[in-house]
């Protein structure tokens, strides 16, 4: 079993940027891990995704604005987000333990989540 724990979500003006933080409860190395959002009445939508390689992947709608990373030394995974804008608002949540890196139905491991505000 592997606890997630989700951090630095808030609230922010559109253009703003925040940084979320997942901390797992044990070593992170050789699993998928990836960071998902959702908002009431929405599918679940990925966001971006790292590999066990250090390869990562991203939505449309994250690329060149979002950037994941992880520090494997403190089992930790990060969610650097820039230029946010209204429709970034969600619960964002961190997933471990995938086979595939953007496909959620692969993850076995979630955070409970930490919420994302972007006003205009």
């Known amino acids: 079993q592997v606890q997630l724990v989700e951090s630095g979500g808030g609230s922010v003006q559109a253009g703003g940027s925040l940084r979320l933080s997942c901390v797992a409860s044990?070593?992170?190395?050789?699993?998928?891990m990836a960071w998902f959002r959702q908002t009431p009445g929405k599918e679940r939508e990925a966001v971006a995704c790292i590999k066990p390689a250090g390869n990562t992947g991203y939505s449309n709608s994250a690329k060149g604005r979002f950037t994941v990373s992880q520090d494997k030394s403190k089992n930790t995974l990060y969610l650097q987000m820039n230029s946010l804008n209204v429709g970034d608002t969600a619960m964002y949540y961190c997933?471990?333990?995938?086979?595939?890196?953007?496909?959620?139905?692969?993850?076995?491991?979630w955070g409970q989540g930490t919420q994302v505000t972007v006003s205009s």
């Open positions: 997933a471990a333990g995938g086979s595939a890196c953007l496909d959620g139905r692969n993850y076995m491991y």
């Open positions: 044990r070593s992170i190395s050789g699993t998928y």
